[in-house]
């Protein structure tokens, strides 16, 4: 849907700036119950969901042009979806405000008002497939030594899509590492695309290249076809959402493979016991729900319809009747089980979790285009973290972990971040 | 206009350079709202919208305001419909900055706030002390210091938690001269439990069954009356998003009495009150029940169908939803065995509903979370026939309101969502809070229909002499028009603004009282 | 030429300059300096007072609204202290409606609490009495003057129990406040239409019967008031719990006002207790034997099943004050519940706080509970050395369901002693000025106690003022009071 097709849900907000908040059920208290990072940095009320769906109408409308101060508005926000969530509690994807500013975003490119941080990602996109504008040559570098298959060329039952993140974040090899290795001690036939991996598209379409999903969508379909795979396995929560949302939602595009989170395949292969925990990891922790993995990841199928006006009782209905992104069937529970079952590990949780939860602050582009707002966003989420009495924040998501850090260090914070991946296969090694 | 450089400097001086925007984008979420007869966008932007940190810096806004010949209009959270500039040259101020509980006094059961303390934030924090905060049907996310000092304040859980008009304490006030008035005890360093005196009380202009909706200056902290909560500490969800429920605490009963006739349920009510046995009792048109029983209005639109809907528009319209509560097992096993006897003495029975929807009411009643979801059906809801007087007057008041509505509701016209949009609450025991609210659109047949409708309440709760009406209320352009017939309150309004709180109209006067009668209807 | 004016409003034997009526309003039990009013005037409708208004205004003669027909008077706010008249509403005594449903009544101001609960009890209802108020004490006047009730529970706010009211501003102008201002304007046609003016607030944006309470008269003249009432309980027990600090009975209160648990309910000293009960002459010696603080719970019940509410309540009343280690009793040094309950149902003929010693001079304050104990404190250092600090009767009432609290020191004197006489304004000077320093909220601001709060707030004070002259322009309504 375009922008101009979706007036009349901009036109539906009320501006009750429920979005500014977590569902307002989930409010356990003062603290700790905003739900919207780009608020909370802009404060004026641009910065929400709701007051960039009214601007998305007011440009729709003629009134209002680009300026800085409004795309600055546009940009700051890490397109975490806490606004959609809050925001359907009540009016059940009348409004759906992040899908709004995902259509203002687009516009924004169309009419050449991209933000020249993305355009510069982008050109590093289309250059390289990935963000980063790192080498495609490098970009299986971190799996030198591990001895693991090309999916492009034998055929495995698992097809692991590393993503861009864990590709060239050197720091974060360790991690994508660990999860290799943990998928190898439980005898899992998997390979990747090595150096012909390419970007999910995801990002692209958050900061409103929606044409590069498309791209990337199409291209991922044809190797998975090609490959044969069964499963398709993604570490990187970002990469998880597109696949299981964005995709279907917004590429139109059928995978016609399962797709897993590797936390939801580590999860089963304890189940089938093919992981066993032998080790003792004594820790206090806190669960980091990435929005991607959990209220973004949850699969929502394409829609295709009309919103009307039923004439008995009057009311909006959607013919046919189209799914709701209320955020129940992210992946929340795979995370916890898994820390559950490691020995020594307790987990305390943070107020704001699961379709709830408090967004890093580094998704849509934001960190690249400001990134005071992502580390300032950062921060808020260590501090809640700390409230837990956690010693380590644990997350399921690279661009999470590298924020966290980043948030840390800017600002002498000691709490220790850890991708899941590092506690899973901490467990799994024998002492010494 | 636009603002002169000099009037925007002098706000910058005042609040910082990044806390003021005159950028038309930002400018747009400021000029929108619900609720308007033309559509969500209103006719006046403001020349600038600015976020003071704190009580001087308001001041300080508010003496720019004085200075460069501007007006101001203030918001907390910006939710009610009234929270637009209303005329020209108008700065706004957006009090999201200032956002703090200040303190919740526990023994004394009070809670100090900012205006942009939101209500499910004041709850929470309240509820870990054993206590409840009042909260109005615009649900968890409006700002109590704004419903107390400037809008209504009625909430369906007024049978023990009264209403914020009697909820107020001690008040910070900017007027618009800028002069920081405190009244009450604040005002000589006492503390913030009280609001009335030394002397008179100043309560009394600072509102009345409306607030000035902003119209009066600048309010930047409270005193708030909360009520005893003998529920857990920090409720337990229930459910998932978007049927969440809390789960119901021991000592605490949730049901859903119905009775044949509206006379038999105001001799519950009578019994209820006497008898002392209800924490709340709340009645809502069987629809809005469904709706808040349904996640979509998809679904809802099935179940309305197939039949399968769980509420009753016909057999389930005299029903009250209860909850009990004792602070004792003892105090709640006799408060439950009186109540349900009670029910059965007046001839009513109870509906059976599964505990997942026991629990989504429950909630619903608890966090009040009805009127939010009351957009979705339409986008819109429009409320009128409001009224406060005596229980005895349920039946006449239902029956005048339906008959009324009834003539505005079909093709064209006002949505049928069971002709009727009662919803009915004790307040204190002591009278009897009526109100018709309703799903509307933005078609223009339908808000004609609204506006006619909401007119002729008015003249008609006068003729049929059934009370002083809140809703509309006198706001703005209706207070000429309603005054009148009630000892000329809207003068005594104008007075107030004009010779005691705003001599120069510096205040938004749109939804207050303008300097100068405006008739819209005679009402008499 | 002033007095056949007035006299052609009201009727000659209603207008009276006699030296002996004037004096009755020259001085009372204050400290207040005296003054004489030219005239006395007696009203018996509302379009009387509008009329002696209009002609007080155009004259500018002070009115000073009197409603209670008799004395003692005590703080000083009907003394003309610029001459004009007294204006007496006491022969405005009708009860005009008592609702057994709704629970409320409608009077003038002339009733008094005698008269009024006599009517409530016929038809199951009684009234929210201040504690032991003087027999001829007018209902509304009492309610206007924010006296708190002895029923914090039934007090949701200030302006409780008045709900809504018919004034007559200085500007001339009468006015309905509540729902009692909706239409049609007939007061009984209201009622036959089935309201039941049960709601305070409004109309419109303004709650002006908040700003004519607590004004001494000085806004406006109000000329019926609609009260609410509580329910004649079946059955009703009174509970005395004692301790040696107030504390722990302050920590019970608390507990008492969250569950709303009990009608009657406040706590006092063992010199109040005694100076409420005992005879003449034996009030010292009472004290003495007293426990040193008593809180004071009456449990009632009524409705479907009063006897299982009465156990239910009682159980709950012991178990709080065992967990506070403090004894529930019915009785103290042979004062019964019941007695102290009767008493407070049918006060004396003469007012208790003149018993001891023929004068007392009462400060009192709005404050929270959990402060009293540092204004008892304050109030012993003031006295110490100056008045034997056994004798002061504290009286603490809880209002506003607990929220805020009535802090009354009593000192009690011999009138007819100048030195001490003298040395006890002194000290109640000197006392309310430490207390005003230690976060005592002189709400009701009489005499000297208006210059203590209206100086501190100056901005508030200038508001007030401005209300003032919006409904008393020419300040013919009390002048001297307050800060006008
Ligand atoms: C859906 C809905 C249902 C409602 N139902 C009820 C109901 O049943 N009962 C009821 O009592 N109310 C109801 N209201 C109104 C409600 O009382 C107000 O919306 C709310 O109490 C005020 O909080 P807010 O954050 O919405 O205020 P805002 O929208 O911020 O402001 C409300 C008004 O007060 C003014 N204002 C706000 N803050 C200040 C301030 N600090 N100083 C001066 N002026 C200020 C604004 O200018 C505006 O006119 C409803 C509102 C909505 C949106
Ligand atoms: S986007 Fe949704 S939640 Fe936000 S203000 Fe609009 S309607 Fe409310
Ligand atoms: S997507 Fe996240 S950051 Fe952006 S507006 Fe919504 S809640 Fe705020």
């Known amino acids: 849907m375009s922008l101009s097709e979706r007036k009349h849900q901009m036109m539906q907000c009320i501006r009750c700036s429920a979005c500014k908040w977590v569902t307002t059920p989930r409010i356990s208290g003062w603290d700790f119950a905003t739900g919207c990072p780009s608020m909370e940095y802009g404060e004026f009320h641009s910065y929400s969901g709701g007051g960039k769906t009214i601007m998305a109408a007011a440009l729709e409308d003629g009134q209002i042009g680009y300026t800085d101060e409004m795309l600055e508005a546009v940009f700051t926000c890490s397109m975490c979806g806490s606004c959609q969530i809050s925001c359907n509690l009540n009016y059940g994807g009348n409004v759906e405000p992040m899908e709004n500013m995902r259509e203002l975003r687009s516009r924004a490119v169309e009419d050449g008002q991209s933000d020249p941080a993305h355009m510069m990602l982008i050109d590093y996109l289309k250059r390289e497939d990935n963000i980063f504008g790192k080498p495609k040559a490098d970009r299986s570098k971190w799996a030198e030594g591990l001895d693991i298959k090309d999916a492009l060329e034998e055929k495995t039952e698992v097809y692991l899509h590393v993503g861009c993140h864990f590709s060239y974040d050197e720091e974060q090899w360790p991690v994508i590492r660990a999860a290799a290795k943990i998928l190898q001690a439980a005898g899992v036939d998997f390979g990747f695309a090595k150096k012909e991996e390419i970007c999910c598209g995801g990002r692209a379409y958050e900061m409103g290249y929606q044409q590069e999903l498309k791209n990337y969508s199409e291209s991922l379909t044809g190797r998975l076809k090609d490959a044969g795979s069964k499963i398709l396995l993604t570490c990187c929560s970002d990469c998880n959402g597109t696949f299981k949302q964005l995709y279907p939602q917004a590429a139109d595009c059928n995978l016609d493979i399962e797709v897993l989170h590797i936390t939801e395949y580590i999860e089963r292969l304890i189940g089938k016991g093919k992981i066993k925990f032998t080790r003792e990891v004594p820790l206090q922790v806190t669960f980091h729900d990435p929005c991607h993995l959990g209220r973004l990841g949850e699969p929502l199928k394409a829609w295709k319809g009309e919103i009307k006006m039923a004439e008995d009782p009057r009311m909006y209905v959607t013919d046919p009747v189209r799914e709701v992104n209320f955020g129940n069937k992210g992946v929340y529970d795979s995370p916890r089980n898994i820390l559950q079952a490691i020995p020594g590990v307790t987990l305390t949780e943070m107020p704001r979790i699961r379709e709830w939860t408090y967004c890093c602050g580094s998704g849509g582009g934001a960190k690249e285009a400001f990134p005071d707002f992502a580390l300032t966003t950062g921060r808020e989420r260590l501090r809640e973290a700390h409230s837990t009495g956690a010693q380590a924040l644990v997350t399921a998501c690279p661009w999470c972990e590298r924020n966290f850090k980043d948030a840390a260090a800017e600002s002498g914070d000691a709490m220790v971040v850890y991708d899941i991946m590092e506690l899973v296969l901490q467990a799994m090694e024998k002492t010494g | 206009m636009a603002l002169s450089r000099d009037a925007y400097k002098a706000l910058q001086a005042v609040v910082g350079s990044k806390y003021v925007s005159e950028d038309p984008g930002t400018l747009a979420g400021y000029h929108y709202s619900?609720?308007?007869?033309?559509?969500?966008?209103?006719?006046?932007?403001?020349?600038?919208?600015?976020?003071?940190?704190?009580?001087?810096?308001?001041?300080?806004?508010?003496?720019?305001?004085?200075?460069?010949?501007?007006?101001?209009?203030?918001?907390?959270?910006?939710?009610?419909?009234?929270?637009?500039?209303?005329?020209?040259?108008?700065?706004?101020?957006?009090?999201?900055?200032?956002?703090?509980?200040?303190?919740?006094?526990?023994?004394?059961?009070?809670?100090?706030?900012?205006?942009?303390?939101?209500?499910?934030?004041?709850?929470?924090?309240?509820?870990?002390?054993?206590?409840?905060?009042?909260?109005?049907?615009?649900?968890?996310?409006?700002?109590?210091?704004?419903?107390?000092?400037?809008?209504?304040?009625?909430?369906?859980?007024?049978?023990?938690?009264?209403?914020?008009?009697?909820?107020?304490?001690?008040?910070?006030?900017?007027?618009?001269?800028?002069?920081?008035?405190?009244?009450?005890?604040?005002?000589?360093?006492?503390?913030?439990?009280?609001?009335?005196?030394?002397?008179?009380?100043?309560?009394?202009?600072?509102?009345?069954?409306?607030?000035?909706?902003?119209?009066?200056?600048?309010?930047?902290?409270?005193?708030?009356?909360?009520?005893?909560?003998?529920?857990?500490?920090?409720?337990?969800?229930?459910?998932?998003?978007?049927?969440?429920?809390?789960?119901?605490?021991?000592?605490?009963?949730?049901?859903?009495?119905?009775?044949?006739?509206?006379?038999d349920m105001t001799a519950a009510a009578y019994k209820i009150v006497d008898n002392n046995v209800a924490f709340s009792v709340l009645r809502v048109p069987p629809d809005c029940m469904n709706w808040m029983l349904t996640s979509t209005n998809d679904e809802y639109q099935e179940a309305f169908h197939k039949g399968s809907v769980p509420i009753d528009r016909e057999e389930h319209l005299h029903a009250w939803q209860a909850i009990i509560a004792g602070h004792s097992e003892r105090e709640f096993e006799y408060r439950k065995k009186v109540f349900e006897q009670i029910v059965k003495d007046t001839g009513g029975k109870f509906l059976q509903l599964t505990v997942e929807q026991n629990e989504i009411l429950f909630a619903a009643n608890v966090r009040i979370s009805y009127i939010p979801r009351v957009f979705r059906p339409t986008g819109d809801f429009s409320t009128s026939f409001g009224m406060e007087e005596s229980i005895n007057l349920m039946g006449k008041l239902h029956r005048t309101g339906e008959n009324l509505l009834g003539k505005y509701i079909g093709p064209g016209k006002l949505p049928d969502h069971g002709r009727e949009g009662f919803w009915a609450w004790l307040n204190e025991g002591r009278s009897l809070h009526s109100e018709n609210a309703f799903a509307v659109t933005e078609e223009p047949g339908v808000q004609a229909a609204n506006m006619a409708y909401v007119m002729e309440s008015c003249r008609v709760t006068n003729s049929e002499a059934l009370g002083v009406q809140i809703l509309p209320g006198y706001m703005g352009i209706f207070a000429d028009s309603l005054g009148p017939a009630n000892f000329n309150a809207n003068e005594w309004m104008r007075k107030v603004k004009y010779e005691v709180v705003d001599p120069d109209n510096v205040a938004d006067h749109f939804t207050y009282i303008f300097p100068e009668p405006v008739v819209l209807m005679p009402t008499e | 030429m002033a007095k056949e004016n007035l006299a052609m409003i009201v009727g000659k034997d209603q207008v009276s300059d006699a030296e002996q009526i004037l004096s009755a309003y020259g001085s009372d039990e204050s400290f207040v300096s005296p003054g004489l009013p030219a005239y006395v005037v007696k009203v018996k409708t509302a379009q009387q007072v509008q009329q002696i208004i209009n002609y007080a205004k155009e004259k500018r003669m002070p009115v000073i609204p009197v409603s209670s027909p008799g004395g003692p008077r005590l703080r000083g706010d009907t003394i003309a202290s610029q001459g004009g008249m007294i204006l007496d509403l006491s022969g405005m005594d009708r009860i005009l409606n008592v609702d057994r449903m709704d629970k409320i009544a409608v009077i003038e101001p002339g009733v008094t609490f005698d008269q009024l609960e006599q009517a409530l009890r016929q038809k199951g209802l009684r009234a929210f009495k201040p504690l032991l108020p003087r027999r001829t004490k007018s209902v509304l006047a009492s309610y206007l003057e924010r006296e708190p009730v002895v029923v914090p529970r039934d007090h949701w706010d200030a302006i409780d129990p008045l709900v809504t009211m018919e004034v007559i501003f200085g500007t001339g102008d009468l006015f309905r406040t509540g729902s009692a201002s909706s239409p049609p304007a007939d007061l009984q046609k209201q009622l036959d239409a089935g309201l039941r003016q049960c709601f305070a607030a409004g109309p419109g944006s303004t709650s002006l019967s908040r700003v004519v309470q607590g004004s001494q008269g000085t806004m406006g003249v109000v000329t019926w008031g609609s009260v609410i009432c509580g329910i004649l309980p079946e059955i009703d027990n009174t509970w005395f719990l004692t301790a040696a600090t107030p504390e722990p009975l302050i920590d019970l209160s608390y507990q008492l006002s969250r569950r709303r648990l009990g009608e009657e309910h406040f706590l006092v000293n063992a010199f109040q207790f005694a100076t409420m009960m005992a005879d003449k002459g034996e009030i010292a010696a009472l004290a003495e034997k007293l426990p040193a603080w008593i809180l004071t719970v009456k449990l009632t019940a009524g409705g479907m099943l009063p006897e299982e509410q009465m156990a239910y309540q009682e159980k709950d009343l012991r178990e709080l004050a065992q967990a506070r280690g403090v004894e529930l009793k019915s009785a103290v040094m042979g004062i019964s519940g019941k007695a102290l309950a009767e008493l407070l149902d049918n006060p004396p003929e003469e007012f208790y706080k003149m018993k001891h010693r023929g004068a007392f001079q009462d400060i009192f304050f709005t404050t929270t509970l959990d402060k009293t104990p540092g204004h008892v404190a304050v109030m012993e250092e003031v006295v110490r050395h100056h008045y034997p600090s056994n004798e002061i009767g504290i009286y603490l009432q809880p209002m506003v369901q607990g929220s805020s609290c009535h802090c009354e020191f009593n000192l009690a004197y011999d009138p007819t002693d100048r030195a001490k006489t003298s040395n006890l304004k002194a000290l109640y000077l000197d006392a309310g000025a430490k207390l005003a320093g230690n976060e005592a909220f002189f709400s009701r601001p009489y005499g000297p106690w208006a210059d203590l709060v209206y100086g501190k707030n100056g901005e508030a004070t200038a508001l007030l003022k401005r209300v003032k002259k919006m409904l008393d322009p020419e300040g013919i309504l009390n002048p001297g009071r307050l800060c006008f």
């Open chain 2, 34 to 263: 619900w609720g308007g007869p033309n559509g969500r966008w209103q006719p006046f932007v403001p020349l600038a919208v600015v976020l003071p940190e704190d009580t001087s810096q308001v001041q300080g806004v508010v003496r720019v305001c004085n200075r460069y010949k501007l007006r101001f209009k203030a918001h907390s959270t910006g939710f009610c419909s009234l929270a637009f500039p209303g005329v020209e040259d108008t700065i706004m101020v957006d009090l999201r900055r200032m956002n703090r509980i200040v303190e919740i006094d526990e023994k004394n059961m009070f809670a100090v706030i900012e205006p942009y303390a939101i209500a499910a934030q004041i709850q929470a924090e309240a509820m870990k002390r054993g206590l409840d905060c009042h909260i109005v049907s615009a649900g968890p996310t409006h700002s109590p210091l704004a419903s107390a000092t400037s809008v209504w304040g009625i909430g369906s859980k007024g049978l023990s938690q009264s209403w914020n008009e009697r909820n107020l304490f001690g008040v910070e006030w900017v007027l618009p001269t800028g002069e920081v008035a405190r009244l009450g005890s604040p005002g000589v360093g006492a503390g913030w439990f009280s609001g009335d005196g030394p002397g008179p009380g100043l309560r009394g202009i600072v509102r009345g069954t409306n607030g000035a909706y902003g119209g009066n200056g600048i309010f930047t902290r409270i005193g708030l009356k909360l009520y005893p909560w003998v529920g857990d500490e920090r409720m337990e969800c229930t459910g998932s998003q978007p049927q969440i429920g809390l789960k119901i605490p021991e000592r605490m009963h949730f049901s859903l009495p119905y009775w044949k006739n509206w006379e």
